[in-house]
């Protein structure tokens, strides 16, 4: 057997849920509760891996994603043999096709499908007994930002980012012109000399107000404004966007399959944002990566969960080069800060890797079961 086959043999799920004291709000919507679906796959010669599913929004998605890996997936992959990860995601696609399609949910399939090959490569990485950053022949030291900066009262949080050695903040921006320039001003004076701010509309505006809108923040010198419109509007608008504005654009999160190429190819977008644990896993994601680089675009992985798919996230990030930036959610998250290693380090918004294997994290029984959601 080469150290990529597997046969899997169960496929564990935990939709985590935890309280938090402040709800963090974007130009749309505003989370009450911070929410994750970790998987643990096992094969069968015993190999563990970890993965983690895209669930932010709607409330209790972690749910509804659970059952699609339990009833829908789980059957389709447990007792096959696959050469690799990407040859599981291969047969995913194509197996997941039609039931997508049939239940009009795209989306949440691609999600429960991208954790599961997270959770694959974690495995061959961590069979492998190396860090998974190091598998892929990449670096261990990646610049992140912190993420998240809600327009209600950001500077503290700032502030707070920066003691912990974050030096680029991102400050949600899009429900009120004048707040969003007064909260610009307050991250970066947080931020101290040499601080710097990236902007995130979550498609907030339409295309007719989106370049004034955006151009109104240039004068703070974003490394980029994210999302200013809907992720659907066609690659024909985002092109006159890109010409109608100062700000470099950055979009991804949204998108899933030939999207991306589209958008690549565009010349629209300077900054590519795909979500690992949304669409694609490691197994699209690595090749979308190798050919932004080539286009000159910046990989910057986008994130927002808890910490195993942090760091997937920050070690696809590393595996391809470390040349983006990875997003690092800066607000109150037990799911992220009770199963984060000791190890990690930032300074000067650069986090150090650990030379632990896979994705460097086995997260501990008992925090599991603490904030596992009752499955009715």
């Known amino acids: 057997m080469s150290s990529e086959q597997f046969r899997i043999a169960a496929i564990d799920c935990f939709p985590l849920s935890a309280a938090i004291d402040k709800p963090v709000r974007n130009s749309w919507r505003t989370l009450t509760s911070r929410s994750a679906l970790v998987l643990r796959i096992t094969t069968a010669d015993g190999a563990i891996g ?8 709607p409330p209790r998605g972690s749910l509804h994603r659970a059952d699609l890996v339990d009833h829908v997936i789980a059957p ?18 194509g197996a997941l096709r039609i039931p997508a399609i049939q239940s009009g ?3 949440p399939f691609a999600q429960a499908a991208a954790g599961l090959d997270n959770a694959a490569w974690d495995l061959v990485a961590r069979r492998a007994g190396e860090p998974l950053w190091r598998y892929l022949g990449g670096v261990s030291q990646v610049k992140v930002y912190a993420s998240g900066l809600s327009p209600d ?4 949080i700032a502030a707070e980012a920066r003691r912990n050695g974050f030096r680029v903040a991102k400050l949600k921006v899009g429900a009120d012109a004048a707040v969003d320039a007064r909260n610009a001003r307050a991250v970066l004076d947080a931020l101290g000399a040499g601080g710097r701010i990236t902007f995130d509309a979550n498609q907030r505006w339409t295309p007719d107000v989106a370049a004034d809108a955006t ?3 240039a004068a703070f010198d974003p490394l980029w404004m994210e999302e200013p419109i809907p992720a659907d509007e066609s690659i024909a608008t985002w092109q006159a966007l890109a010409r109608a504005t100062r700000v470099p654009l950055a979009a991804g999160e949204n998108l899933r399959g030939a999207d991306f190429d589209a958008y690549l190819d565009s010349g629209a977008i300077r900054h590519v944002q795909p979500d690992i644990g949304k669409w694609g896993g490691y197994s699209a994601c690595l090749p979308l990566a190798r050919k932004a680089a080539a286009l000159g675009i910046e990989f910057c992985p986008h994130w927002l969960g808890g910490a195993v798919g942090l760091l997937a996230s920050l070690h696809i990030l590393a595996g391809t080069g470390g040349r983006g930036w990875g997003e690092y959610d800066a607000n109150p998250n037990k799911l992220r800060e009770d199963f984060m290693p000791a190890d990690i380090t930032i300074a000067d918004s650069l986090l150090q890797l650990s030379d632990a294997p896979g994705v460097g994290i086995a997260p501990d029984p008992a925090l599991l079961q603490t904030y596992t959601i009752k499955r009715t």
């Open 50 to 57: 970890w993965g983690e599913v895209w669930c932010n929004y």
């Open 76 to 93: 389709l992959v447990i007792g096959r043999d696959f050469d690799s990860p990407t040859a599981m995601h291969r047969f995913l696609a």
């Open 105 to 107: 949910e795209p989306g």
């Open 153 to 156: 009262d950001p500077g503290p």
């Open 215 to 217: 151009n109104a923040l």
